[in-house]
T-cell receptor, first 115, second 110 residues
Framework: ETGVTQSPTHLIKTRGQQVTLRCSSQ?????VSWYQQALGQGPQFIFQ???????GRGNFPPRFSGLQFPNYSSELNVNALELDDSALYLC??????????????FGPGTRLTVL | DAKTTQPPSMDCAEGRAANLPCNHS???????VYWYRQIHSQGPQYIIH???NNETNEMASLIITEDRKSSTLILPHATLRDTAVYYC???????????FGTGTSLTVIP
């Protein structure tokens, strides 16, 4: 158990809809990273939030957006869902001190299916 | 961007040591080697990390070659619950993202 929680566990949406996924970070952690994992692939970095600001982004379109709240929990929003967005979405929390980022601890993930 | 190469699959007999290799020939001096594992679509689980020296914790040992171009994760006494996909990752000390490859699928055989 990492102390990182995600909701919901599973979600089914249709193409064109919007979805919001949620993540609560481990106590004491100030940084949240989001990853997308397609079936049979390794996780792919979407973006990271540090103290409520985006702090790095992977190769994902702008319809993937996020928020981090003062309590360091986070949301991932995906607009105009496409079939290829079907994946396991993982969040990971860590503690950033200055420019150094500590080990990332992952939540159990949210399985999104787009029909 | 993965910067690591791992064999796609390996088998190991239960109770024996599992030695998982990773090649990271382009690693820079300020990059750590991290190992995670993922059991059947659960979130990746942190195992161990190191910079230059060999490291050991309650889960595993990490052996990094002197030139740092490769490393080996050692599970000393593999159990059936160690069956998982193991990812070797390099990360800049000041970096904010992990680049996962496709990992090694380890199967522990009874």
């Amino acid at each position: 158990e990492t102390g990182v929680t995600q909701s919901p566990t599973h979600l089914i949406k249709t193409r064109g809809q919007q979805v919001t996924l949620r993540c609560s970070s481990q106590s004491g952690h100030n940084t949240v990273s989001w990853y997308q994992q397609a079936l049979g692939q390794g996780p792919q970095f979407i973006f990271q939030y540090y103290r409520e600001e985006e702090n790095g982004r992977g190769n994902f379109p702008p319809r993937f957006s996020g928020l981090q709240f003062p309590n360091y929990s986070s949301e991932l929003n995906v607009n105009a869902l496409e079939l290829d967005d079907s994946a396991l979405y993982l969040c990971a929390s860590s503690l950033a001190l200055g420019q150094s980022t500590d080990t990332q601890y992952f939540g159990p993930g949210t399985r999104l299916t787009v029909l | 961007d993965a910067k690591t190469t791992q064999p796609p699959s390996m088998d190991c007999a239960e109770g024996r040591a599992a030695n998982l290799p990773c090649n990271h020939s382009t690693i820079s001096g300020n990059e750590y080697v991290y190992w995670y594992r993922q059991i059947h679509s659960q979130g990746p689980q942190y195992i161990i990390h190191g910079l230059k020296n060999n490291e050991t914790n309650e889960m595993a040992s990490l052996i990094i070659t002197e030139d740092r171009k490769s490393s080996t994760l050692i599970l000393p006494h593999a159990t059936l619950r160690d069956t998982a996909v193991y990812y070797c990752i390099v990360r800049v000390v000041t970096g904010n993202q992990f680049y996962f490859g496709t990992g090694t699928s380890l199967t522990v055989i009874p």
